[in-house]
DNA sequence: AAATTGCATTTTGTATACAAAATACAAAAT
DNA sequence: ATTTTGTATTTTGTATACAAAATGCAATTT
């Protein structure tokens, strides 16, 4: 049995899961009592599940007024997106200068299922997008740099929604940052990494844009 | 005892003071009671404010142990110069890329006292480049952005032990960034921005070599 | 009918109580 | 003398209690 000394870490783990799946909606408000009543757990460990998730900007809390799961306007994803940029280029920086097999082969991995599949499952892909991204920041073993990157909540939300680009457009680009890296080309790969995310957030606004003008 | 919508807040300030000040010493535990009393409050808002420092990276949290003043090695400040280099370098490039004159006024502001100056306080120039670097962030309005600079705190403390780079070198540097945003130059204004961050990391690296090889 | 006021209810913020785990330390064993 | 074991103390983690603020709603006023 697994035995978690500290009791708001399965509940922030569950809450987690309920904003991202939408059991809990942007703009709801979090009724403490309530919520901790359902876990079958007081509002002290929750409160500090939801402190964790405030911070980790999915919730936002207004104080004597509640904590609420947090909305979100293009701004501020186009403007996660430019976080995004800056923390993976230095990434994608940091891997190709101090290049390393085991971190090549583990990023290529990622994708490797996809190479030779003609009829790519988007809900597979979607999944590996996510673990390639991740991976880049924790293959730093920059502890700071990996913390910030709580940018992948909002990321993993946005893609739950379908707005990403097809894998035939994907792939390759993820393929020119991994041998970028494998290269020992800092320059290329967080030339590579930014272009990359850059393309996605100009879609975001393009797509807007169009559904806006419908 | 203090007076607050929230106590946690002011409870919050007060601890980082104490943290930053050396009240609190890296490694310390954080007796709770011990503390609690001290500030004349309960563990509950302490808890709370405990907790944002440790989002913060003041505090490290082992769950059932403690909590205890975060304590930093060369590869963690290194780490954290890493990732401002990445991230002041992009908000650089923002505003230059969105260059408005309220904007590298206020940034100019920050040095204007020192221009003349012969004799600069180190003091003053101190806090004045703790101004530039968190404005420089803060003038872009990107909320996630500015969420991840929590590292001015890692910054003000290394800062605080005298380890900068002479306002005589320092000061150049400045205004070749606030330059390149003037005349709305991201390139330069992000390549600037970060070629000053990389230099001061690599002076941290060099006073780190010859402080142990003495 | 719309706006305002006052009261009951809900909900948050803080303090406190209590159980379980960690720690410190002394006594016993090797 | 050093290690081990058992026990008292401290400290954390969680639940609960309670006061103060926010909210909702009905009665009253305009």
New binding site residues.
């Given amino acids: 049995m697994i035995e ?5 870490r399965p509940i922030y783990i569950r809450l987690k899961e309920m904003i991202l799946d939408g059991d809990l909606k942007p703009g709801e ?6 919520i901790a009543e359902t876990l079958g ?5 929750l ?2 599940a939801l402190l964790t998730l405030e911070n980790e900007y999915l919730i936002e ?1 207004i ?5 609420f799961v947090k909305t979100r306007d293009l701004k501020e994803i186009i403007d996660v997106y430019i976080c995004r940029e800056a923390i993976e280029g230095m990434a994608a920086r940091l891997l190709a200068t101090y290049k390393n097999d085991n971190n090549t082969d583990a990023l290529k991995k990622c994708f490797t299922p996809f190479l030779e599949d003609e009829n790519i499952d988007s809900q597979t892909y979607t999944k590996a997008d996510e673990n390639f991204h991740k991976l880049l920041i924790k293959l730093t073993e920059n502890a700071p740099l990996d913390k910030i990157y709580f940018f992948s909540n909002i990321h993993d939300k946005v893609i739950g929604h379908g707005l990403v680009r097809p894998p035939e457009e994907t792939l390759e680009e993820h393929f020119k940052i991994i041998t970028a890296i494998e290269q020992g080309n800092p320059d290329d790969a967080e030339r590579y990494a930014r272009e990359h995310i850059r393309k996605s957030r100009e879609l975001l606004i393009d797509q807007y844009k169009n559904h806006k003008s419908e």
């Fill in positions: 978690h000394a500290d009791l708001s408000k979090i009724i403490q009592e309530k757990v007081s509002r002290t460990p409160m500090k809390s104080p004597r007024r509640g904590m």
